[in-house]
């Protein structure tokens, strides 16, 4: 078990295809062992925790908030690593590590490709900046 809340801030509306996939993904990190908790606001996660925080941000740029936007005021949260899960327009990812974020997948990254990334930053002792998980 790690030391840490892995949060998944979901941006796009639950009517949409893009939340149900979120949910599975949810679901499949709690069902490794991880704490997890959802929040459909940044203001859910906008404060300071006790315990390191792993924010996974769905980055849907259709909903009502702008993923990036969102990554970069979050990135002030002193506890917290993000990992924005980006979507296939191009240069997406850079995008993502520029507003702040320390990992930046593709929403279609493999399961296992985003638990491994997952226990990275849940294991680190501070955010680090890396672009994929097997890139290091």
């Known amino acids: 078990m ?9 941006l796009s509306s639950p009517c949409s295809a893009r939340f149900v996939d979120f949910l599975a993904l949810h679901n499949a990190v ?7 908790v959802i929040a459909t606001s ?3 996660v906008g404060h300071t925790a006790r ?7 769905d980055g849907d740029s259709g909903g009502d908030f702008d993923p990036y936007a969102v990554t970069e005021a979050l990135r002030r949260v002193d506890d917290a690593a993000i990992m924005l899960l980006t979507d296939a327009m191009p240069l997406a990812s850079e995008r993502g590590l520029y507003a702040g974020a320390d990992v930046c997948l593709p929403r279609s990254a493999s399961t296992d490709d985003i638990l491994d990334a997952l226990s990275e930053l849940a294991s680190a002792s501070s955010p680090m900046q890396c672009s994929a ?3 290091r």
Do not use: K, S, W
């Not at 790690?2 to 979901?10: G, H, K, R, S």
């Not at 709690?30 to 997890?36: P, Q, V």
């Not at 315990?51 to 941000?57: F, K, N």
């Open 30 to 36: 709690a069902n490794a062992g991880f704490h997890t």
């Open 133 to 135: 998980p097997h890139g």
């Open 2 to 10: 790690y030391d840490a809340d892995i949060v998944f801030l979901l």
């Open 42 to 44: 940044p203001a859910e």
């Open 51 to 57: 315990r390191l925080r792993v924010l996974v941000i």
